[in-house]
């Protein structure tokens, strides 16, 4: 059975026994009844049929009864009258039946509409989906890295080629959030949590494909993305990913300026982890001053070096200054902070 023929008619089934109640509050037996009919069809077709949701009908039509009695009862009927919509509180007043005959009508029009569903499940079976036309990829473009270039570059692929479905789409990226670096400095300085500042790739990217793992190198001659990391369920610890239009959008990476004993001793300041690993450090120095009784090496543990007067520098000094004479009265022993 064609299941746009088969949902308007439980629908119009449907309506018109529901329409039976509205029919005792509205005192209009013929427009209630196409009243009904009307909004049972829109409702059956508009809803994909579910087996035996009763409970969820019955207080899906049941909630539908309130607004179908403010726009026809409150305003319609008034309007058609050639009156003003009868909203003032004695009004209102005055339509209470007739919503309660809505919320009843809306109610008994999901519980018919189930069964007239299960039925129709037993006698002709499920409803078939359409078939989406297959169509074949012709064209495999791959986009490096999950920041805000990449995942930019993905919305607007996804907004240019919404209609092109010959051409598909992946993101590979390490980590699985795009990551909004420039508050990255309140993380560290524990003013935000890591969650604030991240939001899952997946589910901002609709069309896009998202792959995690870390980019070993690139094939040009195979036209192939190389992928290592942990090992896969076939057994291989590297994957290839095929394209045939790569774009890089890596970020840079951190530049030590030759200072070999910085790149060596020092934190780095470029993600999610490193932000949390400053944080926890500094807590941990803290820790460590409390059971010192010298003031001089007190005073070593609560001295911090920022290498780098940049944005991101000034930021992280700002944020860990506050940070840290935000937990100083938690430990009383401390006479000052360098």
Request: aromatic fraction near 8%; charged fraction near 15%.
């Amino acid at each position: 059975m064609n299941p746009v023929f088969r949902r308007y008619s439980i629908g119009i089934i449907s309506g018109a026994a529901a329409s039976t109640v509205l029919t005792t509050t509205l005192h209009h037996a013929v427009w209630s009844l196409i009243l009904g009919v009307v909004t049972g069809a829109v409702y059956c077709a508009a809803r994909q049929p579910a087996r035996r949701a009763y409970i969820d009908n019955l207080m899906t039509g049941g909630s539908l009864g309130v607004p179908l009695w403010s726009l026809i009862s409150v305003i319609a009927v008034p309007l058609l009258s050639g009156q003003m919509p009868e909203w003032t509180a004695e009004q209102i007043r005055q339509h209470f039946p007739a919503l309660a005959g809505w919320v009843v009508y809306g109610a008994s029009l999901g519980i018919i509409k189930q069964a007239l569903d299960d039925i129709a499940e037993r006698s002709f079976g499920p409803e078939l989906a359409p078939q989406a036309p297959q169509v074949s990829v012709r064209k495999r473009i791959v986009i490096l890295g999950g920041g805000f270039a990449g995942m930019r570059t993905a919305e607007c692929l996804e907004e240019k080629l919404r209609t092109d479905f010959s051409t598909s789409l992946t993101l590979i990226n390490e980590t699985n959030a795009l990551l909004f670096t420039p508050m990255l400095a309140e993380v560290a300085g524990s003013s935000l949590e890591p969650s604030h500042i991240s939001t899952p790739l997946r589910s901002a990217l609709r069309r896009t494909d998202f792959i995690r793992g870390v980019v070993a190198g690139v094939d040009l001659e195979r036209h192939s993305v190389i992928l290592h990391g942990d090992t896969h369920a076939d057994g291989a610890d590297r994957r290839e990913i095929p394209y045939d239009h790569l774009i890089f959008a890596l970020g840079s990476a951190s530049n030590y300026l030759g200072m070999t004993n910085i790149e060596k001793f020092a934190f780095n300041f470029k993600s999610l982890l490193d932000a949390i690993r400053i944080r926890n450090h500094v807590i941990e120095m803290f820790e460590r001053a409390d059971l010192e009784s010298d003031p001089a090496l007190q005073s070593s543990l609560l001295t911090f070096v920022i290498a780098g007067g940049g944005f991101a520098g000034v930021e992280l000094a700002g944020a860990l200054n506050d940070f840290a004479h935000g937990i100083l009265a938690d430990y009383p022993s401390f006479t000052r902070i360098s």
